[in-house]
């Protein structure tokens, strides 16, 4: 929005609450056009594409946690399938043909080497991976058969939050991830981050992640828009790109960082690893800068001053709302 674009958000507010929105517009002042809709329903999808001339779609619904996939694959299967093939679908019935696809890094599983680049064999380990995955396939195979223009993002591990601290994660329950479950340890919330493995061959034994500041990950997103804007060939095209840093942390270097803003220890104790994690992996972000003039700017520091001043302004969330 503040790229001025026009934004029209469809959401089944499965994860996510309005009052989001409410914060946008504090920090934008525009309002988005907002749908509570569940794309897989294709009436009202339909209904939101009559509505308004669409140029393009950012396409960020999904089911996304590793875990759960496992335990209810065909959820998962049924949930990030079904809403992509739908939507694609309702797209071409448009003549709607740009999209940017939330991929992730998952996709690369347990890589060889690193830093990773796009053209790395592509292992999922889980069903939520290879949901990602084949959304990426409908994709290619899609923009090979028409003029779809698709960008692939695949994102390492965004964390962080909007620095007016207005805008931020809440995730419902327990967080199965490393930023949110520092946070709540560090207003009272938990009692104790439990970090999993201490004797991975990595910098001092725990896992190390291409940590993303989430703002930095939007931007992404206007440039992928701008990058398709301006391809404007008859023939479809489908790019991929990675969103990371290009710098590897480990979960004890984000502890350390957390503190230094927090000003206090983190009470942790380090645990078992967690099944189904890799050691070590991090992005060569390379190709996104050279073909869309997109590099993350925002340091560790600044995604823990962002995450510390969301969750201590909000320290229930949007719940208080
Ligand atoms: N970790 C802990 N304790 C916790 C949570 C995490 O030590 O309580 C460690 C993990 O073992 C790992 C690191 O912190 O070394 C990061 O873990 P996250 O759960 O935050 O993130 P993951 O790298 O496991 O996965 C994330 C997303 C996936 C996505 C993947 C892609 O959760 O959806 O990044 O890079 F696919």
Same mark, same amino acid.
């Given at each position: 929005?503040?790229?001025? /674009? ?28 907002? /749908? ?16 308004? !001339? ?5 396409h960020m619904a999904g089911l996304k946690a ?22 694609f679908e309702v797209m071409q019935s448009f ?17 060889? +080497? ?14 939520y991976g290879r949901t990602k995955y084949m ?22 591990? !965004? ?28 207003? *009272? ?5 439990? &970090?999993? *493995? ?23 997103? &206007? ?9 404007? +060939? ?9 969103? *990371? +840093?290009?710098? =590897? ?12 803003? /927090? ?21 060569? !972000? ?6 869309? =003039? ?20 909000? !320290?229930? *969330?949007?719940?208080?709302?």
């Amino acid at each position: 929005m503040q790229a001025d /674009y026009d934004v029209i958000v469809a959401d089944n507010l499965s994860n996510s609450v309005d009052t989001a929105l409410e914060r946008v517009k504090e920090i934008t002042g525009k309002t988005a056009f907002f /749908y509570q809709i569940d794309i897989r329903d294709k009436a009202a999808l339909t209904e939101v594409f009559n509505q308004h !001339p669409i140029d393009a779609v950012i396409h960020m619904a999904g089911l996304k946690a590793v875990g759960e996939s496992c335990a209810e694959p065909l959820m998962y299967y049924q949930n990030n399938l079904d809403a992509s093939m739908i939507l694609f679908e309702v797209m071409q019935s448009f003549s709607v043909n740009k999209v940017v696809f939330s991929s992730s890094a998952t996709v690369y599983g347990d890589p060889d +080497t690193v830093p990773i680049t796009e053209d790395f064999p592509l292992r999922m380990m889980n069903p939520y991976g290879r949901t990602k995955y084949m959304v990426e396939e409908m994709l290619r195979d899609i923009t090979l058969a028409s003029n779809m223009q698709a960008v692939l993002l695949r994102y390492f591990n !965004p964390i962080g939050a909007h620095d007016s601290g207005l805008i931020g994660e809440d995730p419902h329950g327990i967080p199965n991830n490393l930023m949110p479950y520092i946070a709540q340890v560090a207003i *009272g919330q938990r009692e104790k981050l439990s &970090v999993f *493995g201490g004797d991975y061959p990595t910098v001092d034994g725990t896992g190390v992640r291409d940590y993303i500041h989430v703002v930095d990950l939007a931007k992404g997103h &206007v440039k992928a828009l701008e990058r398709i804007a301006e391809t404007e +060939t008859k023939q479809g095209q489908c790019l991929t790109y990675n969103l *990371g +840093t290009g710098r =590897g942390s480990s979960v004890i270097e984000v502890i350390n960082a957390f503190e230094k803003v /927090y000003g206090d220890k983190i009470n942790y104790e380090i645990v078992e690893r967690r099944p189904g994690d890799v050691p070590e992996y991090f992005a060569n !972000p390379q190709l996104a800068n050279e073909e869309m =003039g997109w590099r993350a700017e925002k340091s560790l520091d600044d995604m823990m001053t962002d995450t510390w001043r969301w969750q201590s302004q909000n !320290p229930n *969330g949007y719940k208080d709302d």
